[in-house]
T-cell receptor, first 112, second 117 residues
Framework: QKEVEQDPGPLSVPEGAIVSLNCTYS??????FMWYRQYSRKGPELLMY????GNKEDGRFTAQVDKSSKYISLFIRDSQPSDSATYLC????????????FGAGTRLAVHP | SQTIHQWPATLVQPVGSPLSLECTVE??????LYWYRQAAGRGLQLLFY??????ISSEVPQNLSASRPQDRQFILSSKKLLLSDSGFYLC????????????????FGQGTRLTVV
């Protein structure tokens, strides 16, 4: 079983739509849940992260974690064409564990 | 400020030829260093990571190897490339948070697009 699973898409939505991106993970030791955004032909950049269960909001973006079901989500409100990118989830736990793993990434296209 | 340099940006190599990709980080000490490969439809695959000079952890058995000859230098190599080695290779660095910190962020280079022909 992979440590993190993510539907690669592609996902195509009209401008203004609400987008839901999801990942599941298998290791209950994960504490931090990060979302990276990757534009075409570029390296990924950290978008936001949450710690443990709950929600975190940053502008039009909301990250949500449900540790009981090992399910993490990223919601994008009022999506814009500039949001078109690949979104990768990256669960992590500290305590001397230095490996950073990523989901497969979901390719999102927001069309005008 | 910290920067990461990765080169070359693109590379076309014949099957069976050797490979050497280099990554250097500036502005930080003792970073964790990572090599990832991103193939179409397969996501970001961790190949190697290093927590210090000469310390390399391999995640995927393959014909690639990595070395860290200096604190801020990470090299990905192959003696003989295969067609399946084609992909987008990304180097990244991170540091563990200071005491009381809660997160570690990975900073990526611009990547090398390798095509093996």
């Amino acid at each position: 079983q992979k440590e993190v699973e993510q539907d690669p898409g592609p996902l195509s939505v009209p401008e203004g739509a609400i987008v839901s991106l999801n990942c599941t993970y298998s290791n209950s030791a994960f504490q931090y849940f990060m979302w990276y955004r990757q534009y075409s032909r570029k390296g990924p950049e950290l978008l936001m992260y949450t710690y443990s269960s709950g929600n975190k909001e940053d502008g039009r973006f909301t990250a949500q974690v449900d540790k009981s079901s090992k399910y993490i989500s990223l919601f994008i409100r009022d999506s814009q064409p500039s949001d078109s990118a690949t979104y990768l989830c990256a669960p992590y736990f500290s305590g001397g564990y230095n490996k950073l793993i990523f989901g497969a990434g979901t390719r999102l296209a927001v069309h005008p | 400020s910290q920067t990461i340099h990765q080169w070359p940006a693109t590379l076309v190599q014949p099957v069976g030829s050797p490979l050497s990709l280099e990554c250097t980080v500036e502005g930080t000490s003792n970073p964790n260093l990572y090599w990832y490969r991103q193939a179409a439809g397969r996501g970001l695959q961790l190949l190697f990571y290093s927590v210090g000079i000469g310390q390399i952890s391999s995640e995927v058995p393959q014909n690639l190897s990595a070395s860290r000859p200096q604190d801020r230098q990470f090299i990905l190599s192959s003696k003989k490339l295969l067609l399946s080695d084609s992909g987008f290779y990304l180097c990244a660095w991170s540091v563990l948070p200071a005491s009381g910190g809660v997160n570690t962020e990975a900073f990526f280079g611009q990547g090398t697009r390798l095509t093996v022909v």
